[in-house]
């Protein structure tokens, strides 16, 4: 496949020259592509016979000539003509590092016989590939791109999940595109050279960081990852609500700063692009906090009578779990500990027990004390 298919001859003194069937080729990535092209040289000079004595073609941009063949990355993908006068090259499985400008070269037993053809060959190697336009996720139309200059009338080949579906003079086809489908399109003649296929997101992901215990204040990135042709172009995050996801957020990553304990709940992301959306599984994020202001209970509530029982009761929200309950009265200049557990019971209580308590609650991020609970012992 090429353009501007046009002779260029070099010809230097006494019939030295170098011609190239075309300057410029266009190839699509896979193929092979033939660099056609012949010298000539003088038969003698000051009758010495001319002799040569290598031929090989290089890249332009190399400092030094250095033979294509020699080259580790064209290994087993360069060939040379055999034939007397014909210096064409053939470059199989083409890549697209492969672009350059090329030249031949060939060197004889004459003094200063030595002959590089310019403006030598410049090979473009593009990539077949595909686009759509959507409607609604129902009829999406579908584009064949090459860089290779074609005939208006050249034909294309559209695969749907490998399989062959039709060949259309159009580069565009209509079609509904089911989300689990890929399409995918190649030139006529170069169906083994297809685009890659393109696909509506297949699988989502949500990983967040840092990693690790996330603690209240702390700032956690969540990043949503997708596989699709095209590109996601739209990432969408939701929380889990008690009735329905609620929306918190677009881009890849959704950034929770200065975390706090109702941020705690279940997340995921809806990737999306022209051909279709997935929703990502979800991902919980556990806020971890010390306690909170504690409260304390009191039980049987009313008048404590003297002899009777009374339970003293701590509640503190925290995450991790309280661990560790303390309780306090309050003395003359310090306070007293008087036990631990989240209840502590006064039994066969007196006039001495009146006086003021309180709980501290404890987990591995802090503790917090409760406001102080005024117990008044009644003598009956």
Known sequence: MSSNMSWFVVQGQNEWGVTYTSTQICALKGSTVVMSCTYTYPPQI????????????????????????????????????????????????????????????????????????????????????????NSNCVQVELRCHSSCRLPDNYKYTWFKNRQTIRSETSSSYFTSFPSEDTVSCAVKGYEMFSSPPAFAPTVSSVSFSPSGEIIEGSSVTLTCTSDANPPVTKYTWYKRGNNQPQSRGEGQQFVLSFINSSDSGSYSCVSENDLGLKMSEYVYIDVKYPPRLPSVSVSPSGQIVKGSSVTLTCTSDANPPVTKYTWYKRGNNQLQSRGEGQQFVLSFINSSDSGSYSCVSENSLGLKMSEYVYIDVKCE
Do not use: M
């Open 46 to 133: 000051k009758k010495q016979k001319t002799t040569v004595e290598k031929t090989f073609w290089f890249i332009n941009r190399d400092i030094k000539p250095v033979n294509l063949k020699t080259k580790s990355e064209y290994k087993g993908r360069v060939h040379y003509s055999s034939n007397k006068n014909d210096c064409s090259v053939k470059i199989s499985d083409l890549r697209q590092s492969d672009s350059a400008q090329y030249k031949f070269r060939f060197i004889t037993n004459q003094p200063g016989g030595n002959y590089t053809g310019s403006p030598g060959v410049t090979l473009n190697v593009h990539v077949t590939r595909s686009s759509c336009r």
